[in-house]
């Protein structure tokens, strides 16, 4: 694996994007059964995205991550943006990969290693495969999807080695990036990550964090009523949009702190009539 060039991305503070699910017209019904409607993002409006980001920003993680790239830094004049997509949906085969591969960018996918392959919301092993085998990234969002700040370190090595060394054995690439469900996070998660051996981490945080060797990518998080012109708002970092998502991150941290992540998960389900997975 390639390395970053840190002192480029603090140059030009890369913009990493989280997305979800994808989905087209009707086939999406059946599938977002069970999915949070708020991060299912209809496929016309993916494209919308799409266009934007390509005519504004360098659309590739390898301008980030790959050092044989490092000799472009020198002309950019343009920010980075990261493309990556949570939990594994199967609309990120059916959709973003042939929409990605149309625009000519490189994605990163984070999957859930217990539910690859195991039913017909979820990417294949094969899906898997094919999209690795295009330059697309294949990594880590643990084993389970439990929120990792409130296991102890015996289940946290567990979620991040067992997910880790299962990609690295069926897709056969090297695993050095973690997502966090629900963006969960505690002191020792980066420590247990490093000693695994994550060199990146990504979170729900709207900002990048560096931790000696290991840093930790904020992103801003979109959601399925995101315009373009959200988009816009959201990168800009003095709108009012930017501050209002920046302070209503922070109250829901305050609130499941208090709360607890499963209880604020339980009342979020059951507003949203989401089934509990
Ligand atoms: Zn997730």
């Known amino acids: ?30 599938t977002i059964r069970s999915v949070d409607q708020n991060i299912v993002i209809p496929e016309p409006l993916f494209k919308d995205h ?16 790959s050092g044989s790239y490092s000799h472009l830094w020198k002309n950019l004049n343009k920010p980075v943006v990261v493309f990556t997509f949570d939990d594994g949906f199967a609309g990120n ?10 625009y000519g960018c490189k994605g ?17 092993w094969g899906n898997l495969k094919e999209m690795s085998n295009s330059g697309h990234l294949i990594q880590s969002h643990t084993k389970s999807h439990v929120p990792l700040g409130e296991l102890p370190a015996p289940k946290i090595y567990n979620e991040l080695f067992y997910s880790k060394n299962l990609l690295e054995d069926k897709i056969g690439k090297e695993v050095l990036m973690l997502s966090l469900p629900f963006g969960s996070y505690s002191a020792i998660v980066k420590d247990i990550a490093y000693d695994v051996g994550y060199r990146y981490i990504f979170s729900s945080n709207l900002q990048h964090a560096y931790f000696g060797e290991v840093i930790v990518f904020g992103r801003i998080s979109i959601k399925s009523h995101h315009t373009v012109d959200t988009i816009m708002k959201l990168l800009d970092r003095n709108s009012f949009y930017f501050k209002r998502t920046k302070y209503m991150h922070s109250l829901k941290t305050y609130i499941k702190g208090v709360i607890g992540l499963n209880n604020y998960r339980k009342i979020y389900r059951f507003i949203k009539k989401i089934d509990l997975e």
């Open 108 to 124: 990163i996918f984070f999957v859930i290693a217990d539910r690859i392959s195991r039913d017909h919301r979820y990417m294949t």
């Open 1 to 30: 694996m390639p390395i970053l060039n840190l002192s480029l991305i603090k140059e030009f503070d890369t913009v990493v994007l989280m997305y979800h699910e994808v989905l087209g017209g009707k086939d999406g019904k059946e």
């Open 93 to 102: 085969y059916q959709y973003v990969f042939p929409m990605l591969e149309q």
């Open 50 to 65: 799409l266009d934007f980001l390509k005519e504004n920003f360098f659309t590739s993680w390898h301008l980030c991550f």
